[in-house]
């Protein structure tokens, strides 16, 4: 016993309805008003050429498989900064005032369910990374990165910080991954699980560490060294629990607000008033 294909069935039916003895033309065996043949063998192209256009508009996609057509791609859902504080974590490092697309370096952080979701954005062209670590300085962190390939995609990537030098680790917790390189900036979103199984290149994020922020250049889809000699750190350890607006000024506009350079302002201006003896 064997099972046909939904056309070959609806063929079947037509051609048993087109036999039927109440139609005197078809007693009369495909033959046209006058006897002639001619009716039968139109009809039939007419069912063929039906046939193949209903299976190529239905079943075939444009390459010829047999499923339809991928539905189209969301494009990536810009950063909202309005949340920073209430919803989510934020830290904003560079001009005062800057936003996820603004900053010389943004990172956001929320928990959702049993993982937590990140975002990060630099001004560069090449990689932008997140390093969770116990003591302030690199060396021995577990680092998660968006790398900016030359293809024009940005992927996901999972390092580990032996020393100086970021090694890549073939283990990517990273999940949901997006990413987009638009206005000379690399942007990206992932998801990474809360708890993970102790190991030395991955950290629990329940636990709360300083975290280590650096942007740089990528040849290739490789990271190279980053664009400042000390990147930025958080003063203090972040909890994935606390939804704080962090904002770090870059070097540019932290001159002024040092201590030192205040007294030596004050110092510098009494001198000026009261001039030399």
Not at 19 to 39: C, F, K, Y
Not at 60 to 88: M, N, Q, W
Not at 247 to 270: E, G, H, K, N, R
Request: glycine residues 8%.
């Amino acid at each position: 016993m064997f099972l046909l294909h939904p056309l070959l069935q609806i063929s079947v039916l037509l051609d048993a309805v087109s036999a039927s003895p109440t139609d005197d033309n078809v007693l009369r065996a495909g033959h046209g008003e006058h006897g002639e043949p001619g009716h039968e063998e139109h009809h039939k192209d007419s069912y063929s050429t039906f046939a193949s256009e209903f299976l190529e508009s239905r079943y075939l996609s444009d390459e010829g498989y047999p499923f339809p057509a991928a539905p189209p791609v969301d494009p990536f859902a810009r950063i909202k900064v309005s949340d920073c504080g209430i919803t989510k974590g934020c830290i904003r490092y560079g001009k005062p005032g800057c936003d996820a697309e603004t900053c010389d370096y943004f990172l956001s952080f929320r928990r959702i369910g049993t993982d937590v979701e990140f975002e990060m954005s630099a001004d560069t062209d090449g990689w932008v990374a997140v390093g969770f670590s116990s003591d302030k300085k690199m060396g021995g962190d577990d680092v998660m990165g968006c790398v900016h390939d030359d293809n024009g995609r940005v992927r996901i990537h999972h390092f580990y910080n032996v020393g100086q030098w970021a090694k890549e680790i073939k283990r990517n917790p990273a999940r949901d991954e997006e990413g987009i390189f638009e206005n000379n900036r690399v942007t990206c979103r992932f998801k990474r699980p809360l708890h993970v199984p102790r190991e030395e290149t991955l950290v629990d994020l329940h636990l709360s560490w300083y975290y280590l922020f650096a942007w740089g250049p990528a040849i290739q889809g490789s990271i190279t060294r980053h664009d400042i000699d000390s990147p930025p750190v958080s003063d203090r350890m972040i909890s994935i629990y606390k939804y704080e607006d962090i904002f770090m000024p870059a070097t540019a506009y932290q001159t002024f607000s040092s201590p030192f350079c205040l007294l030596l302002i004050v110092a510098l201006t009494f001198y000026l008033l009261m001039g030399t003896p």
